[in-house]
């Protein structure tokens, strides 16, 4: 056994396993472990992170300190963290050779590593404590804001988004530094994270007083967000789908005619002529170049819709695949997913093919006037989610699959701001840490429209904000919805009045019921697949169009506060949706009162995410608080009316 301080790094050998602690930023530490010849070169996640740790060897035990937060070592390897000298976090172990006053038989390590071909299968296990709350990990389509009591799947899936990332109520925040699939659970009687296959342990904890001291050190090490352009903070409009220039410039046009700003108008999928062209079919986007022209003039953006598919029919197909630009598969035939084509997925872990696939897009798209990208399937989604069928060309997906969504979002954005574009800002279905770095707006994907639905993307939505992604947003109303059946107006509604409070404000849905049928009778092109219903905000009746007309308005009004939030998002990493504790941590309700949130720091947004509900009960932390012109004094719970146009808000004075 060796226990040593080499350059102000633990480090600490025994049998075949290398353990190294070190500073990674301000009070927080790396941990690595590894049974191979030398731990492997990727930080993963991780940035640059300077720091001054102080390492003391003892008899028995070393101990290394950085700021707020220490960790010890002892001689056999068991590791406990502390913050101000108190333990926050403690390694599980049941074995002989490990001080426990719990049964040593039962040989349970905390770092299991198991043989898994020229990998390994890791399991690392702590300590369990009862009372703690746990918040983070991405987006999960559960209902569940406090995630202790959970299994979570390390994995990225169409609406679920895997971001390691977690702040707890015991005063430090927790990053597993790794993208291999795998699992965590937050259990009652351990937490225990899990990588299928791997090479090194590698992750990296931070201690301080509240979590918005913790979210900034978290993002200062792997990244924040760009100050977001202020013309995308207004409502978007898409559905399932524009099928014509013609279509998109008369919604546009009746936006304007209305009075209605509308900043953004989206293009989606099969606008193309197959999967892996990237470009618009000339039968019925004819001048796209136009299109952007007028829409400009309207004030309005265009987005186009980009998966990362590739049909075999495809004009790129050959040459991509001789460059070894595709995702590959271990066995059977090269497909990885049958949507409308039979086709590959380009592989964005390979920087060549992200070069392809945007010099493609730039001519296609960018250099026409779209400058705004919607990176759907970007988890990326399979046929079936056999992750181990397929092979990146850093890595199987089973070692670096999580890793996918992250390097798409970087082609696009390292393309644009090449081209010298300054206003990045593009959609994704999928993220992992630091995707926010790439002017990333996340979406939680194809859900159903129902109030179940919506309360999910209530807590999806905020945890995405605690794993360090600001820019969230949801298909409003739902994506999978029939707007016959009833009750739907009343779904739409509260949706869109939580939506108004959300980062991005976003109308989309695959509204049915919809015939199957195209526009033509190709078997390809922007003519082959089916359209939904109208989902402008005028297509559900005069009433409900007056509702969400003066949202809209609304939302207008909000925009210096947007921008307010939007740069402190960009320069400490605040969300834009918080949890309650993470504005008042000292009020003990706050880490309670899990049905509402504070949007930035000055407004308390409680949506009604019950059907027939016309009534909201709601905790008002110390303080005065303001809504429809009455004035509150906070430090209780109230219950307030809800009537079906409004949604409770209230702000700090």
Not at 437 to 460: C, E, M, P
Request: proline content about 5%.
């Amino acid at each position: 056994m060796v226990l040593q301080a080499e350059k102000n790094v633990l480090v600490y050998r025994r049998g075949y396993e290398t353990v190294r602690v070190e500073g990674w930023g301000e009070n927080a530490l790396r941990v690595r472990s590894t049974k191979n010849a030398s731990f492997s070169k990727e930080d993963w996640a991780l940035g640059y992170g300077a720091s001054r740790a102080v390492v003391t060897v003892g008899e028995h035990s070393a101990v290394i300190e950085n700021g707020k937060i220490s960790a010890r070592v002892t001689d056999r390897g068991h590791i406990t963290f502390y913050r101000d000298g108190k333990p926050i976090l403690n390694e599980y172990y049941r074995a002989f050779d490990i001080d426990t006053p719990h049964s040593p038989s039962m040989k349970y390590m905390a770092r299991e590593f198991r043989p898994n071909g020229e990998d390994y299968s890791l399991t690392v296990r702590f300590e369990s404590d009862d009372d703690e709350r746990v918040y983070g990990m991405g987006q999960y389509q559960d209902g569940y804001l406090n995630l202790k009591g959970c299994s979570l799947e390390l994995a990225q899936r169409n609406s679920q988004i895997s971001i390691p990332f977690y702040i707890s109520s015991k005063g430090y925040g927790f990053l597993w530094n790794n993208p291999a699939v795998g699992n965590c659970t937050f259990g009652k009687n351990k937490t225990e994270w899990h990588a299928e296959r791997t090479r090194d342990m590698d992750y990296w904890i931070v201690a301080d007083d509240t979590p918005k001291k913790i979210e900034r050190i978290y993002t200062s090490v792997v990244g924040r967000s760009p100050v977001m352009p202020e013309n995308v903070l207004g409502l978007w409009q898409c559905k399932l789908r524009y099928r014509t220039q013609e279509e998109v410039i008369a919604v546009a046009r009746e936006y304007a005619r209305r009075g209605v700003k509308l900043d953004v108008i989206v293009i989606d999928f099969f606008h193309w002529t197959r999967q892996g062209d990237f470009r618009f079919d000339p039968k019925y986007w004819p001048d796209p170049k136009a299109m952007c022209a007028e829409l400009k003039k309207l004030g309005v953006r265009c987005m186009v819709s980009i998966w990362p598919t590739v049909d075999r029919k495809s004009e790129n197909y050959a040459d991509m695949q001789e460059k070894g630009l595709l995702v590959r598969t271990e066995k059977g035939s090269p497909q990885c997913f049958d949507f409308l084509g039979d086709t590959v997925i380009y592989d964005a872990t390979n920087p060549e093919a992200r070069k392809f696939v945007w010099n493609i897009c730039k001519r296609n798209y960018q250099d026409c006037g779209v400058d705004m990208y919607w990176l759907d399937e970007a988890e990326p989604e399979y046929v079936a989610y056999d992750y181990d069928h397929f092979r990146y060309h850093i890595g199987s997906v089973l070692r670096t699959g999580n890793i996918y969504p992250r390097l798409h979002a970087k082609a696009f954005y390292d393309g644009q701001t090449a081209a010298g574009q300054k206003d990045v800002c593009n959609l994704l279905r999928c993220a992992w840490v630091g995707s926010q770095k790439y002017a990333t707006v996340v979406w939680s994907g194809d859900i159903y429209g129902n109030f179940q639905s919506l309360r999910d993307q209530f807590a999806a939505g905020l945890n995405m904000g605690v794993a360090g992604i600001p820019w969230w947003t949801t298909d409003t109303g739902g994506f999978f919805v029939d707007t016959s059946l009833p009750g739907y107006k009343e779904l739409l509604l509260r949706w869109f009045e939580f939506s108004v409070y959300c980062p991005i404000l976003r109308m989309h849905g695959d509204k049915g019921p919809y015939t199957p049928k195209g526009l033509d009778d190709r078997d390809w092109g922007g003519g082959m697949c089916h359209s939904g219903l109208p989902n402008e905000i005028w297509s559900f009746g005069e009433e409900v169009y007056e509702v969400l007309k003066g949202y809209c308005e609304e939302r207008e009004k909000m925009k210096p506060y947007l921008m307010r939030l939007n740069r402190e998002a960009s320069r400490n990493g605040s969300p834009l949706m918080r949890p309650m504790f993470y504005e008042f941590p000292d009020d003990p309700e706050c880490w309670k009162a899990e049905w509402q949130y504070m949007f930035g720091d000055k407004l308390l947004v409680a949506p009604v995410l019950e059907e027939d509900a016309r009534e909201k009960t709601l905790y008002l932390p110390a303080g005065k608080w303001r809504a429809k012109g009455k004035v509150y004094e906070g430090g209780q719970w109230i219950t307030v009316e809800a009537p079906l146009e409004y949604i409770p808000v209230f702000e700090k004075m």
